[in-house]
């Protein structure tokens, strides 16, 4: 009976342990979670502040910084284009690196600089979302409003290790936004290479790798789509002739794809050794919309060709390439070079494949005189006549006024132009910073500026501005902090905005009084041999004989006076015709043109075509009509073109 009351009391006091230990798990758990359930409130928190910073770090990191500024400092080998943006007259800059003169070390930049031609004001762009500082990348702007840039290189402050990109860029110029292509399979790293648009694409070629030990040198062609935003290259046959590997070079757009020339590589001198050469060749890239069908064609040589040259790629301006300055390195002795630099402009007419030297003009006065009735009458007589060519065509616009206007907005373009040539720039927009942009004055010059390479040059409208460069004296490079402008129409004058020679001059002095004291005479020998040596290659061809050296000699003495008129039945401009004066007088003829070579268009359309055709034929003869101008100038002193008012009816007696 004892037994049963022991076992009785020993599991009650085991149900009473067991209760209890329940009761106190219960109470840990429910401490356990409401513990849980403040750090959960806590956590809430903290992710809330999270984003919160996120937030308020991505506003940072996406904000447009825009200032204004006096002017870019000085710098060499920045990106250059003009904004495609309709009606924008501004000059872009990117990038570019300096090297201080007490230092000697070099900074690379990542900021954008603005030039506006219209308040002739500087204002600098920056964000976090920019891409890494370099120099010498490429670049092209597309008329869908954007720019794109791809690759460059950035060195150790004292220039020991290079690093070359290989990221490429999209920025979109009205909202200054600048947008990373994420493709891993796009061109490799490389600077020193050369982009240009035909179309919906971009077209990237060529350029270089420093490896440390030796350079790579790139012949490899890419396109980029602007409809997808994807790069893709192009393969070629392996029978099908392509240009050698080269860096520097001048790639400039045509109505079929682009035109390259020139440029510098590195051949075998030995083993283990590199030559540099300097390239003088030109081939035309026929484009296709079936990328698989682009192919590459070699331009022959045909008439004056300009001296050898690296440093100076061209840019596009209403078909042609304008090219200002080079240098050209031989060698003097087996361990040193001696180098000529130039300072002189060429155009190269892309249809008919040909050089012409450009000089500068005195300039004329200006005679503002207010638009004449007859003016208005002309403008008014060719309206009435392309109408009636497009009705006797059936072509005429449903909307009548819609295609009235389409000639009144071509004139009114015309006009605009003419005025800011003469000063008289009108505007509802920014009128403080025009006013002040008219007040300033700047030194106007009858010569080219100092002679440089890499100086970097953009065309807006009709006004090439020249950025910098450098000259090299004894083995040192000094950058040049300058820029210029020089109207491409008159040629009457380089306008020099703002320059820095000091270093130079000193170096060119401290250069020649050193070559009077050592090699007085042996340089006397060399330098004309040197200057023979370029004088010769200035009109040789690497694949042309003695005889037909003579016989260009002979039609470089003809063509001084007469062009060859790739398209002798168009009408032709007359000496001191403007632009609008020649559309007023031949814009029926360019009608009737554009009519039989676009048999789908009508209306509006077709008088644009036949407005883009004659100001195409208008620059085409430039070179012929600038000619004829001087030579009306040196035999009459040619001051003001006045048009007769033949509104009034006047006897001869």
């Not at 648009?197 to 790139?218: A, C, E």
């Not at 980029?224 to 070079?249: C, L, M």
């Not at 050296?549 to 000496?575: C, G, M």
């Amino acid at each position: 009976m004892a037994k049963k009351k022991d076992k009785e009391s020993k599991k009650a006091r085991a149900e009473a342990k067991q209760k209890k230990a329940l009761e106190k798990a219960a109470v840990k758990d429910k401490k356990k979670a409401k513990k849980l359930s403040q750090d959960d409130e806590e956590d809430d928190l903290d992710v809330e502040e999270m984003l919160a910073n996120f937030k308020r770090e991505q506003e940072n990191f996406e904000r447009i910084n825009v200032e204004n500024v006096d002017r870019p400092g000085q710098r060499v080998n920045p990106c250059i284009f003009v904004n495609p943006t309709q009606g924008k007259r501004e000059l872009m800059m990117f990038g570019g690196e300096s090297t201080s003169a007490e230092t000697g070390t070099t900074h690379f930049h990542n900021d954008m600089f603005i030039y506006s031609l219209d308040t002739d004001a500087w204002k600098r762009v920056t964000s976090q979302n920019s891409p890494m500082p370099r120099s010498s990348a490429a670049c092209a702007a597309h008329p869908s409003g954007v720019a794109l840039i791809h690759g460059g290189e950035f060195s150790s402050p004292k220039q020991n290790t290079f690093y070359h990109y290989s990221d490429s860029w999209l920025f979109e110029c009205s909202t200054r936004e600048w947008t990373k292509i994420e493709q891993k399979n796009g061109p490799s790293a490389r600077s020193g290479h050369r982009m240009t648009v035909w179309k919906n694409f971009i077209i990237l070629h060529g350029g270089f790798r420093d490896l440390g030990t030796s350079t790579t040198y790139l012949n490899d062609l890419w396109v980029f789509d602007i409809t997808n935003y994807k790069w893709k290259q192009i393969e070629f046959p392996p029978t099908h002739p392509v240009p050698d590997a080269r860096s520097g070079h001048s790639l400039i757009p045509t109505a079929e794809g682009a035109v390259l020339w020139g440029g510098y590589t590195k051949v075998k001198a030995g083993k283990g050794l590199q030559k540099g050469k300097i390239l003088s060749d030109c081939w035309h890239l026929k484009m296709k919309s079936d990328l698989g069908a682009i192919r590459w064609e070699r331009r022959k040589k045909q008439g004056p060709q300009p001296s050898p040259r690296v440093g100076c790629s061209m840019v596009y301006h209403k078909g042609r390439g304008v090219l200002f300055g080079g240098v050209y390195d031989f060698e003097e002795t087996e361990e040193s070079l001696r180098s000529v630099f130039y300072n002189d402009l060429y155009t190269y007419q892309v249809e008919s494949n040909r050089w012409y030297s450009m000089s500068l003009r005195a300039q004329r006065k200006k005679a503002k005189v207010a638009q004449s009735k007859s003016s208005r009458n002309k403008d008014k007589e060719l309206e009435d006549i392309l109408n009636q060519i497009l009705d006797k065509a059936n072509l005429r616009d449903a909307d009548d006024e819609e295609d009235t206007r389409a000639i009144e907005e071509q004139l009114n373009q015309l006009k605009i132009a003419e005025d800011r040539e003469n000063g008289d720039v009108d505007g509802t927009d920014d009128n403080e910073d025009k006013e002040r942009a008219a007040a300033k004055t700047y030194e106007v010059r009858n010569t080219f500026p100092h002679t440089r390479f890499n100086a970097s040059t953009a065309v807006v409208d009709d006004t090439l501005f020249i950025f910098g460069g450098v000259v090299e004296i004894g083995e040192k490079d000094y950058p040049i902090d300058s820029f210029y402008s020089i109207d491409m129409n008159k040629l009457d004058g380089c306008k020099v905005y703002w320059e820095n020679l000091e270093d130079v001059v000193k170096a060119e002095k401290l250069g020649e009084q050193d070559s009077d004291d050592e090699f007085d005479d042996e340089d006397d020998d060399d330098e004309d041999d040197g200057e023979e040596e370029i004088a010769d290659r200035k009109l040789e061809s690497e694949d042309e004989g003695e005889d037909e050296d003579e016989e260009e000699e002979e039609e470089k003495e003809e063509e001084e006076y007469e062009i060859p008129d790739p398209r002798p039945w168009l009408p032709h401009p007359k000496a001191f015709e403007s632009l609008r004066s020649f559309y007023v007088r031949t814009g029926a003829t360019f009608l009737e043109w554009a009519i039989s070579s676009n048999r789908d268009s009508k209306g509006k359309h077709l008088k644009t075509k036949s407005f883009e055709l004659c100001q195409d034929r208008w620059w085409e003869r430039r070179e012929q009509v600038r000619i004829e101008e001087d030579k009306l100038e040196e035999m009459g002193g040619v001051e003001d073109v006045i048009e007769k008012d033949t509104s009034k009816s006047q006897k001869r007696r």
